[in-house]
């Protein structure tokens, strides 16, 4: 129990810094599979970017943009259980950590999954994923493609094997 609350903490003091170092990017995504189960709509928001022009250029003589950056991403799904507990609705909240270069990244994710049933049953669970992130720099879109895992930690240790694969869209930067 001791480990939702740090999360739960630390998600909230990360999600508080975006007016100090955010570049205000936002995106949309649908990710299949994943940290909301069988798919979920996602609004992910820049909190922290740091970048630099790397001094070696690649093989088509432009300069390799890196550099790190976290995430905060929110997040729907519903998925139909059974007859006893109904439908659950989903909602994964994660930070994401993205190390990239060029088009290329890591992509770490931690976060918190609530769900809570159309019967009243309440239910909390801790997605994580290490994945690949696409994002071309002259494109609004990116994919990223990841080992999910959801682990149950508040009655006994389990977790379930998940893949996920998004494809995201991002939105107009505000100034």
Do not use: C
């Amino acid at each position: 129990m001791k480990y939702f609350y740090l999360t739960a903490v630390a998600l909230f003091i990360l999600a508080q810094t975006n007016t100090i170092h955010a570049q205000k990017e936002r995106s949309l995504s649908f990710e299949l599979a994943g940290s909301g189960g069988f798919g979920s709509i996602n609004f992910e928001k820049n909190i922290y970017l740091k970048s630099e022009n790397e001094p070696i250029v690649d093989e088509l003589m432009s300069p390799k943009k890196i550099g790190f950056r976290l995430d905060m991403r929110y997040g729907f799904s519903f998925t139909p259980v059974d007859k006893n507990n109904g439908v659950v609705l989903i909602f994964p909240i994660m930070l994401h950590a993205i190390k990239s270069k060029g088009n290329h990244g890591l992509d770490l994710g931690l976060g918190q999954a609530i769900s809570i049933t159309t019967r009243g049953r309440f239910f909390i669970m801790m997605p994580a994923s290490i994945g690949y992130r696409f994002q071309p720099l002259d494109k609004k879109y990116y994919l990223r493609f990841s080992y999910t895992p959801i682990i149950s930690y508040l009655v006994d240790f389990q977790y379930q094997q998940w893949g996920g694969i998004t494809f995201g869209y991002r939105l107009k930067s505000k100034s």
